[in-house]
């Protein structure tokens, strides 16, 4: 069993930057492949960032690339997403989420992810 906590949300004017933690119980933590996934207000949720139980892999998406960073400390059982020069469509509440394996991808789909965090509300303003 695995638990995720999530953190670092807030509010932030546009071009600002939030760093978003994930912390995850258990040492089987460090095992996992985690990804951050998103939900704006009245869209559904969908896929930001993934990376690999060893760190050596990450994915994202074609909307956060280049702006955001997902890394891992696996000694603290944590990971993060680190964003830059955030936008107003960046907006949204940002979950964590945790499988053993993806069969050596770092990109899911919602439901191949067996535990997710209660997300964080990233609010960035024009």
């Known amino acids: 069993q695995v638990q995720l906590v999530e953190s670092g949300g807030g509010w932030v004017q546009a071009g600002g930057s939030l760093r978003l933690s994930c912390a995850g119980s258990?040492?089987?933590?460090?095992?996992?492949?985690v990804g951050w996934f998103r939900q704006p207000p009245g869209k559904e949720r969908h896929f930001v960032a993934g990376i690999m139980w060893s760190g050596s892999t990450t994915d994202y998406a074609d909307s956060v690339k280049g702006r955001f960073t997902i890394s891992r400390d696996n000694d603290k059982r944590a990971v993060y997403l680190q964003m830059f020069g955030l936008q107003p469509e960046d907006t949204a509440v940002y979950y964590c989420?945790?499988?053993?394996?993806?069969?050596?991808?770092?990109?899911?789909?919602?439901?191949?992810?067996?535990?997710w965090g209660q997300g964080t509300q990233v609010t960035v303003s024009s």
């Open positions: 258990g040492r089987a933590f460090s095992s996992y492949v």
């Open positions: 989420a945790a499988v053993r394996t993806l069969s050596g991808r770092v990109r899911g789909r919602e439901s191949e992810y067996d535990y």
